[in-house]
């Protein structure tokens, strides 16, 4: 049973437009959430993360929000860059810990020049 | 900067050999973790280890061992590999929640590629 989900598995976007990338899950347990950017033949790279006691987060052009009563949580880019072309991932955590992170299982983002 | 180095970016192994995937880290973090990645999977976890000599099972361990002898090496063992083992394995270590680093972040290595024939 999927506990993180990512229904889209690819997104295409115009260079200088918003990205929105999607995220639900089904366990209300879960207490951290993070995204992971990840390029072809490297790992992942942590992006940006919320705490549940939270509903938006801000980093530069990413910014994480969290529905606590849908279980969704979004990731938003803004403005949207070709280098941003990559896989993400949404992740989720108990007690803020990093053990046993849940991951979805990602979504392409391709932003078209 | 963290460094999580794994030893072989591409494998490629035999139906039934022994497989050995090495992982260092260089920032004495506790917790160090075994994913693999497929299409449309997403990451999986294999095992992870939170101290030495420790280690816990993941949610797809079948097939899988690991060695955790000192802090900073963690090692994925295929006793024998078989095809639905071909993927992109990757290493993974974490601090302890709190200090400077956000809690939860997972600094992953670049990832190791094999392929069973």
Known sequence: DQQVKQNSPSLSVQ???????????????FDYFLWYKKYPAE??????????????????????????????LSLHIVPSQPGDSAVYFCAASFQGGSEKLVFGKGTKLTVNP | DVKVTQSS?????????????????????ENMFWYRQDPGLG???????????????????????VSREKKERFSLILESASTNQTSMYLCASSPPAGGPYRTGELFF?????????
């Open chain 1, 15 to 29: 260079e200088g437009r918003i990205s929105i990338l999607n995220c639900d899950y089904t366990n209300s347990m």
């Open chain 1, 43 to 72: 790992g992942p790279t942590f992006l940006i993360s919320i705490s549940s006691i939270k509903d938006k987060n801000e980093d530069g052009r990413f910014t994480v929000f969290l529905n606590k009563s849908a279980k969704h």
């Open chain 2, 9 to 29: 970016r591409y494998l490629v192994k035999r139906t039934g050999e022994k497989v050995f995937l090495e992982c260092v880290q260089d920032m004495d973090h």
């Open chain 2, 43 to 65: 990451l999986r976890l294999i095992y992870f280890s939170y101290d030495v000599k420790m280690k816990e099972k993941g949610d797809i361990p079948e097939g899988y061992s």
């Open chain 2, 109 to 117: 290595g670049e990832g190791s590629r094999l392929t069973v024939l």
